[in-house]
Nanobody, 121 residues
Framework: QVQLAESGGGLVQFGGSLRLSCAASGIHLSTSTMAWYRQAPGKPRELVATITSRGSTNYADPVKGRFTISGDNAKNTVYLQMNSLKPEDTAVYYC???????????????WGQGTQVTVSS
């Protein structure tokens, strides 16, 4: 059974920092692409950052230069370091895991329950 458990959300002031964690079980960072998404009230879920099994990272334009995604294979945990936070970063942040497969028809997407991040102005 795959579980993705997020933690680290909370309330922070404009310009502050938070670090989100996503502890994975049932899948492994070394053989998966992991990602963080977020969803603000009334808006669709959007991709924030991804990290491949080889450690390559990619970021959405609104967070480039402020957020950093990383993974610890030994702990099987992926992190999202968020600096210079803005009120528009307020959202529920979700961890996503996608095990690497050769055939796309076997591709699976796994989601955590989400953690709330609120940035006050």
């Amino acid at each position: 059974q795959v579980q993705l458990a997020e933690s680290g959300g909370g309330l922070v002031q404009f310009g502050g920092s938070l670090r989100l964690s996503c502890a994975a079980s049932g899948i492994h960072l070394s053989t998966s692409t992991m990602a963080w998404y977020r969803q603000a009230p009334g808006k669709p879920r959007e991709l924030v950052a991804t990290i491949t099994s080889r450690g390559s990272t990619n970021y959405a334009d609104p967070v480039k230069g402020r957020f950093t995604i990383s993974g610890d294979n030994a702990k099987n945990t992926v992190y999202l370091q968020m600096n210079s936070l803005k009120p528009e970063d307020t959202a529920v942040y979700y961890c996503n895991g996608k095990p690497n497969v050769l055939n796309p028809k076997y591709e699976r997407n796994y989601w955590g329950q989400g953690t709330q991040v609120t940035v006050s102005s």
